[in-house]
């Protein structure tokens, strides 16, 4: 067994050490889970430790989606917080802040504004140069077609990134073409059962933490980030109790094999991206057309990135297929070493897995999913990081009261 001795004494293993105090004055009547609530109620947000300072990021709602692009990549996040360039200094953060930008809303905006099989775009030039002068809009296309996702090629994206509607649309130009709500955003004196929860129950990818007398955020909480605390705390009595379970103890995984969604080596990759942003996953599993049990690779919502940062190493592609998208990236990633995280991988587990070494694989891989195999390759299930997290706590009634009052629906026109 790992103890705390043996790992880093890291912030999170400080958070970690602060739950074990707090664990050991509960009260004696009260279950594990009750415990572990007890205690993550009593621990601010305030807490938590910073982010790197490389991955503080924010986004002027005047910066162009090229060059929101290139910051998201070059920090390696998936989302930034976008500062309204016409709020006042003196703006509370509900002012200052229009809302969280994300890396395939960017993605998936453009190409609905620039469709190359659109009935009024003939080709991927024209398209963009219709989209640019107005004469198509982010609401008139639904969801992208098979059809236009098969005929996809990397002479496309080349000719999207160097087109005017990239390099000249505002980030606050597309505030109302994805999601930007919910935007909640929590205090600094907020608990940590109130994060884990949002990150968990309530599907928040990330949390933001602000700090009232500055009207600015402080922190923002991710899913990685509390999977990574929790790998630090190891060895700690109040995690042991919990994290020695097997999966099927605390009721893992939770998308069985025959909810999984996935798409085929052959199917367009612009497919699966579709997939994703239409259910609201973070990534999925590209499988064998033959059979049907068994996968070559794994896609992410980060993977987005490479559409648009890297359209050059599709460009001998007459159609880019999930197995091309697979084959081209890990290329591409090979000769760009300690550039990008390894891409495509597909990270498994099997049934006997402990929580506590699923949480270990999953910080040690920094992923955000782990598929459940069998001992011939089959997938038989899906756990994610919010998985573990919702299984850790849980909510008690009428926990949040009015917390959700004036909190912005989802726009009715939301694509994404």
């Not at 968990?200 to 990330?206: F, L, V």
């Amino acid at each position: 067994m790992v103890t705390m001795e043996e790992s880093p004494r890291s912030p999170e293993a400080k958070v970690g050490l602060r739950v074990e105090d707090l664990w050991d004055v509960q009260e004696a009547q009260l279950s594990p889970d009750e415990k572990l609530n007890a205690c993550f109620e009593s621990i601010p947000v305030s807490a938590f430790p910073l982010p790197p300072s490389n991955q503080e990021v924010e986004i002027k709602s005047d910066t162009t989606l090229a060059e929101a692009v290139k910051l998201l990549a070059q920090h390696n996040i998936l989302s930034a917080p976008v500062v309204d360039v016409d709020a006042p200094e003196d703006a509370s953060w509900i002012d200052r802040y229009i809302g969280i930008v994300e890396f395939a809303g960017i993605v998936v905006w453009i190409l609905h504004q620039s469709d190359p099989t659109s009935p009024r775009s003939p080709s991927s030039g024209s398209a963009i140069s219709a989209a640019v002068n107005g004469i198509t809009s982010a609401f008139e296309h639904e969801t992208l077609g098979l059809e236009s996702a098969m005929t996809t090629s990397g002479n496309f994206f080349e000719d999207l990134t160097s087109s005017q509607l990239y390099k000249d649309t505002k980030v606050h130009d597309i505030s109302g073409s994805f999601r930007w709500a919910p935007f909640l955003a929590l205090e600094r004196s907020n608990s940590f059962l109130t994060m884990l929860l949002l990150l968990s129950k309530y599907k928040m990818k990330s949390v933001p933490v602000v700090d009232l007398g500055t009207g600015r955020i402080q922190n923002i909480i991710t899913q990685s980030s509390v999977i990574h605390m929790l790998a630090e705390c190891v060895g700690l009595q109040w995690f042991e109790s919990w994290g020695t379970k097997k999966l099927s103890q605390v009721g893992l995984p939770m998308v069985t094999q025959n909810h999984i969604i996935k798409v085929y080596e052959d199917e367009p990759v612009l497919q699966a991206f579709k997939l994703m942003r239409k259910k609201r996953i973070g990534g999925l599993p590209v499988m064998k057309r033959a059979g049907g049990t068994r996968a070559i690779g794994n896609i992410s919502l980060q993977d987005v990135q490479f559409l648009l940062t890297a359209p050059e190493i599709y460009h001998d592609y007459r159609s880019i297929t999930a197995k091309d998208f697979l084959t081209a990236v890990r290329s591409y990633i090979e000769k760009h070493v300690g550039t990008f995280p390894m891409s495509g991988e597909l990270i498994t587990c099997n049934t006997d897995c402990t929580i506590k070494e699923l949480i270990q694989l999953l910080d040690h891989e920094k992923i955000h999913r782990v598929y459940v195999a069998d001992n011939d390759g089959n997938l038989k299930g899906l756990i994610t990081l919010r998985d573990i997290i919702s299984r850790l706590v849980h909510e008690p009634r009428g926990y949040f009261g009015d917390f959700f009052d004036g909190v912005l629906p989802m726009p009715p026109n939301s694509r994404v």
